[in-house]
C-alpha cells in the first residue's frame, strides 16, 4: 500500500490519546477510511511507555514517538489530543473558581512533587461541571508548539458528555478505571488504579454500597478497553 500523501494528510483529523505511560493514535480522514502515517490499513497505533510515569523521561519519550511516527511535521486538518489520566477532579459549575484549579487537584489527588504541572479544565456545560486536570506543564507547552490549534481535553469530559442514560457507568483503561454514577444528573465520578479484574469488581461494589445502588436491579455499562474474549 503506498504511503499517504500529503493532500491525505491535510484532509485527516489526527486523534492522540495521551495516558500515564502510553500513547495511542488514530489519522482519520472524515470519511469511512482510517489510517497510520505510514499507510498501514490499521486502525491505529498504541504505544506504552513501560514504567514512565509523568517523570522527567515522560516528555521526551512522547516527543520522540511522535516524531519516530512522522506526527510531528505534519499538517493535518485537526489535532484532537484526549488526556487519559486519574489527576482530575470535578467541581460543580455554580462553585468553580478558576483561581482555585491547583487547590481542587491538590487536595483530591496526590501528584508527584518534582514535577511541574500545569493545571486545565473542561467546561462541561449540559451537566453544568467543570473537570479540572492537570498535566506536565512541559508537555503542554510542547502540543502546543508543534500542534497549531490542537483540542486538548480530558477523557472523562468526553465519556460525560456522551453518558445520556442513568446508570453505573465503568471505563476500564489499562491500569485504571473511572466509575460514573448517573441518575438525572452526574452524582458521582471516581478514578481508581487497577491491577486486575478482581480489582474492577471490588471498586464497582465499593460504590454501589456507598451510593445505595442496586447492581441486582440497574444497569451496569462497561466502556473502554475490554477485551471479550478474554477467560478473566
Not at 500523501?5 to 469511512?32: E, W
Not at 513501560?50 to 510531528?72: H, M, P, R, T
Not at 481542587?104 to 462541561?124: G, K, S
Not at 441518575?183 to 454500597?209: K, M
Request: net charge negative; glycine share 4%; with cysteine.
Amino acid at each position: 500500500m503506498p504511503a499517504n500523501t500529503t493532500s491525505d494528510i491535510k484532509q485527516a483529523d489526527l486523534y492522540i490519546g495521551l495516558g500515564i505511560n502510553r500513547l495511542s493514535y488514530v489519522i482519520y480522514n472524515g470519511g469511512d477510511k482510517l489510517f497510520t502515517s505510514a499507510g498501514s490499513n490499521r486502525p491505529g497505533i498504541s504505544h506504552t511507555f513501560g514504567s514512565i510515569a509523568y517523570n522527567k523521561s515522560f516528555e521526551s519519550a512522547v516527543i520522540n514517538f511522535l516524531a519516530d511516527n512522522d506526527l510531528d511535521s505534519k499538517a493535518f486538518r485537526s489535532v484532537r489530543i484526549l488526556m487519559e489520566n486519574h489527576l482530575f477532579t470535578i467541581v460543580p459549575e455554580n462553585l468553580f473558581e478558576e483561581s482555585k484549579q491547583e487547590h481542587y487537584i491538590t487536595l483530591n489527588q496526590d501528584i508527584m512533587p518534582e514535577v511541574d504541572y500545569t493545571f486545565r479544565n473542561d467546561h462541561i456545560q449540559r451537566a453544568k461541571l467543570h473537570n479540572v486536570y492537570a498535566m506536565p506543564a512541559s508537555l503542554w507547552n510542547f502540543l502546543n508548539k508543534n500542534f497549531p490549534t490542537p483540542t486538548i481535553r480530558h477523557q472523562v469530559s468526553t465519556l460525560i458528555e456522551s453518558i445520556n442514560e442513568p446508570g453505573l457507568y465503568v471505563n476500564i483503561l489499562n491500569s485504571q478505571v473511572d466509575l460514573f454514577l448517573k441518575s438525572q444528573r452526574v452524582e458521582l465520578c471516581q478514578s481508581y488504579p487497577v491491577q486486575n479484574r478482581e480489582d474492577i469488581l471490588y471498586h464497582i461494589i465499593h460504590v454501589a454500597e456507598q451510593s445505595g445502588y442496586d447492581l441486582k436491579r440497574k444497569p451496569v455499562i462497561l466502556l473502554g478497553l475490554i477485551n471479550k474474549n478474554a477467560a478473566d
